[in-house]
């Protein structure tokens, strides 16, 4: 499979714990999203990273949270004292600077499975 | 900020019958509108887009139209089979730099055989 992979897919913890996921874009994309979805919501932006820097934070990424793209591939987001709040879909999405070279539609996020986390 | 209003939230259509789903986008400066399909428990795939310069756009038995002026943009299935149940969400955007997704609430289609 050479789409967007996430780990873990499924993550339960105890509020005040810190999570790290991770994300493993298609390999010759630049551009990296992270995404939060809600039960019986769309996704919502949380950041975004063209190669190793991160361009743009929502403010609903609030300082628990970090993430980071070490090498310009893949990625992690931390969660840093969970909340029952945090609970959700963490979605990572990748995507290709319009106009480089490469497979795929350039500038087309294309989604990874996601990864779950539940907060008791 | 932009913000997308998509309806019905759900659709129940027999098959072979045609599906619409209808989003409304709040910034006129959004230039691209894609629509992606979720099935139960998996990704978001997607399915068609389109650009702001384009009204219309088909692959197959999905097409999208786009009313720049009344800001807002439709999904059509046609045809419409058991496999193509699933929740869509359409969403928009403005080029800053890049393409922030702003998605809508979601429609979940039921396709009854």
């Known amino acids: 499979d050479t789409g967007v992979s996430q780990d873990p897919r499924h993550k339960i913890t105890k509020r005040g714990q810190n999570v790290t996921f991770r994300c493993d874009p298609i390999s010759e994309h630049n551009r990296l999203y992270w995404y939060r979805q809600t039960l019986g919501q769309g996704p919502e932006f949380l950041t975004y990273?063209?190669?190793?820097?991160?361009?743009?934070k929502s403010r609903l990424l609030s300082d628990r949270f970090s993430a980071e793209r070490p090498k310009g591939s893949f990625s992690t987001l931390e969660i840093q004292r969970t909340e029952q709040g945090d609970s959700a879909m963490y979605l990572c999405?990748?995507?290709?600077?319009?106009?480089?070279?490469?497979?795929?539609?350039?500038?087309?996020?294309?989604f990874g499975p996601g990864t779950r986390l539940t907060v008791l | 900020g932009e913000n997308v209003e998509q309806h019905p939230s759900t659709l129940s259509v027999q098959e072979g019958d045609s599906a619409v789903i209808k989003c409304t986008y709040s910034?006129?400066?959004?230039?691209?509108f894609p629509w992606y399909k979720q099935e139960l428990g998996k990704r978001p795939q997607l399915i068609i887009d389109?650009?702001?310069?384009?009204g219309e756009k088909k692959d197959q038995r999905i097409a999208v139209t786009l009313n720049k002026t009344a800001k807002h943009f439709s999904l059509h299935i046609t045809e419409t089979q058991p496999e193509d149940s699933a929740v869509y969400f359409c969403?928009?955007?403005?080029?800053?730099?890049?393409?922030?997704?702003?998605f809508g609430t979601g429609t979940r289609l039921l396709v009854s055989p």
């Open positions: 389109i650009r702001s310069n384009v």
């Open positions: 990273f063209q190669n190793e820097a991160q361009l743009e």
């Open positions: 969403a928009a955007s403005i080029n800053t730099g890049f393409q922030k997704l702003v």
């Open positions: 910034d006129s400066a959004s230039n691209y």
């Open positions: 999405a990748s995507s290709q600077i319009p106009g480089t070279s490469g497979s795929g539609r350039t500038d087309t996020q294309y």
